[in-house]
């Protein structure tokens, strides 16, 4: 299964570039059996731009959180305290394996989407163009 979450481009390239390890989130999907989630990128890139392996999911203190993915979090501690500042505690998904698609696609037109506010279950896109090399 695989969900959708709108993010920021300039964490989006950092998830792509591997320099950042968590993605953090103060309401997540219920669903447990999401193994991938599909990146779009928010204004102004608009676009889907790929996808990544859920390795984890922590559920924690957002304290604790911060102290155990701070280092690897692409994002300043300042930054991380004020999104979480209405929460006591919240959710880490950890990046594993990434896939950048090439070219990237339009939410609309690939998936009949628009933007999710949270997150949205998605299926695979009707195109085939960034589907990964069939393995042998």
Known sequence: MKVLLSI??????M??????????????????TVTHIV???SSPVRKVVGEFEVARIIHDDVRVLW???GSVAGISEGKYFDY?????EGYA????????????LSLREEY????????????????TVCAPPAES
């Open 8 to 13: 920021k481009p300039e964490y989006a390239d």
């Open 15 to 32: 998830i792509f570039s591997g320099e950042k390890k968590y993605e953090f989130r103060r309401a997540i999907f219920k669903n447990r």
């Open 39 to 41: 990146v779009y990128a």
């Open 67 to 69: 102290n155990e993915t």
């Open 84 to 88: 979480f500042s209405d929460r006591r």
């Open 93 to 104: 998904i950890q990046i594993g394996k990434t896939l950048k698609y090439e070219p990237t």
């Open 112 to 127: 009949g989407l628009a933007p999710p506010q949270s997150f949205a279950y998605v299926q695979e896109p009707t195109s």
